[in-house]
């Protein structure tokens, strides 16, 4: 199974990305962090959510929130730094907007016209998008690298259309703190796709679980400051006590 690997240090950070970081870690709830950081793998209850065990209790934790704020800060953390993932074989960004847009409901002639023009908006921007996030685009127009911001999560080919998409249309290029904020966004949404399609893969395999046992919750445990909201909307939920269970069922 992968391991999560250690983020490079603070120091090495830009300031526009340290400013970014600062604002998770100041929103940060350090009683979840103290329940990832003590969780162990129980069971997958379905593709999005699995059990595990934290000190004395059994939690439930619906990975996708989860994986789009782990994801989401691991693209900062590892800018300048990023672990890449080559496709093999390249694929032609206007191809994949094509894909991205008729799936959307446009028409083939828009999707190719779009297509074309991201193609050129995202060589123009392939420098940065390669040398701070690991978004390879190569010299005719196709993507040859993405970045795993969660270490282990396989990249999977239907999450790329939306993605370049995304690249293209809801990345922010006019300053350096709205790329990255907006790049980390599309790279998190990215990943919560990519964890979906392992698991629709995995459940159909009789393998349920394995991603978010070997490569999710090893990343969450290292690498999640999770936000305070993820305190009331049903991502962490504390089930049950185990050691009043142990009680009960010494009286039995």
Same mark, same amino acid.
């Given at each position: ?9 603070? %120091?090495?950070? &830009? +300031?526009?990305?340290?400013? #970014? *970081?600062? /604002?998770?870690?100041? @929103?940060? =709830?350090? !009683? ?81 016209? %779009?297509?074309? &023009? +991201?193609?050129?908006?995202? #060589? *123009?921007? /392939?420098?940065?998008? @390669?040398? =701070?996030? !690991? ?84 990343? &969450? ?7 305070? /909201?993820?305190?009331? @909307? ?19």
């Amino acid at each position: 199974p992968p391991r999560a690997r250690p983020n490079p240090p603070p %120091a090495a950070r &830009l +300031a526009s990305v340290a400013a #970014l *970081l600062a /604002a998770v870690d100041a @929103d940060a =709830h350090p !009683g979840l962090a103290d329940v990832l950081r003590g969780a162990t793998f129980v069971g997958a209850v379905d593709g999005e959510r699995v059990l595990v065990q934290s000190s004395a209790s059994l939690f439930l934790l619906r990975l996708p929130p989860l994986a789009r704020d782990l994801a989401h800060q691991q693209t900062l953390r590892r800018v300048d730094a990023p672990v890449t993932v080559a496709l093999d074989p390249s694929v032609a960004v206007a191809a994949l907007v094509e894909v991205a847009l008729i799936e959307g409901g446009a028409s083939a002639g828009e999707a190719a016209e %779009a297509g074309t &023009l +991201a193609a050129r908006l995202l #060589l *123009l921007k /392939a420098g940065p998008l @390669d040398d =701070h996030l !690991g978004v390879r685009i190569d010299g005719e127009g196709r993507l040859a690298a993405v970045p795993a911001p969660v270490d282990g999560l396989r990249a999977a080919a239907r999450a790329l259309p939306a993605l370049v998409l995304a690249l293209a249309q809801s990345v922010d290029y006019t300053s350096e703190p709205s790329f990255f904020a907006t790049s980390a966004a599309a790279l998190a949404d990215y990943a919560v796709a990519c964890a979906a399609a392992a698991a629709e893969e995995e459940e159909a395999e009789g393998r349920a679980g394995w991603t978010a046992e070997h490569a999710l919750l090893p990343a &969450l445990r290292a690498h999640l400051a999770p936000p305070r /909201a993820r305190a009331g @909307d049903g991502s962490i939920v504390e089930l049950a006590r185990l050691d009043r269970l142990y009680r009960v069922f010494e009286r039995c």
